[in-house]
């Protein structure tokens, strides 16, 4: 699993926003809900690149699991963790889809300095970054972590 140690999830900042409000608020289990099989499914943690207009990773999590299943089943089950407010959000958000993604994390860290995407595309070496998330090595994730001390 050497590069596969962490993954890169591109998160709107809605969502974002949603989860740091309820890791303040005492909640421990989260869960990002994608259409159909959405990476990551392996790896140790993730780290939340907070799309436009921000363009930087905010934070990072200990990644649990990814559970894939049909609409209704994974809502029953994992919905509770998912930022979403009720079940209707949660049906619109995956309108015309009858697979979802739930990846699941715990131990949510927010960055003291969040780390802009022109440092991120330097460290990596790249032009621009995958819009469905990538994953990093261990050493690529503990210097992100440094940085973002």
Same mark, same amino acid.
């Given at each position: ?7 890169? %999830?591109?998160?709107? +900042? !809605? =969502?974002?926003?949603?989860f740091r409000r309820l890791d303040?608020?005492? !909640? ?21 690149y907070v799309v436009k207009p921000?363009?930087? %990773? ?8 990814? !559970?894939? &299943?049909?609409?209704?089943?994974? =809502?029953? +089950? ?41 440092? %991120? ?11 469905? &998330?990538?994953? %990093? ?11 973002? !001390?």
């Amino acid at each position: 699993m050497r590069g596969r140690y962490a993954f890169v %999830i591109m998160i709107k +900042e !809605k =969502w974002w926003n949603e989860f740091r409000r309820l890791d303040r608020s005492g !909640k421990t289990n989260h869960a990002y809900v994608q259409r159909g099989f959405g990476p990551p499914k392996d790896g140790r943690l993730i780290f939340f690149y907070v799309v436009k207009p921000v363009g930087e %990773i905010q934070g990072y999590a200990e990644f649990r699991e990814r !559970k894939v &299943g049909g609409i209704d089943t994974m =809502w029953k +089950e994992y919905g509770r963790e998912s930022c979403l407010q009720s079940a209707d959000q949660y049906y619109d958000l995956l309108k015309g889809t009858s697979r979802v993604s739930f990846i699941r994390f715990t131990d949510l860290h927010e960055a003291a300095n969040p780390i802009l995407s022109n440092d %991120i595309l330097t460290t990596l070496g790249v032009d621009r970054l995958p819009r469905r &998330g990538f994953y %990093i090595s261990k050493e690529v994730a503990d210097m992100l972590i440094k940085m973002m !001390k």
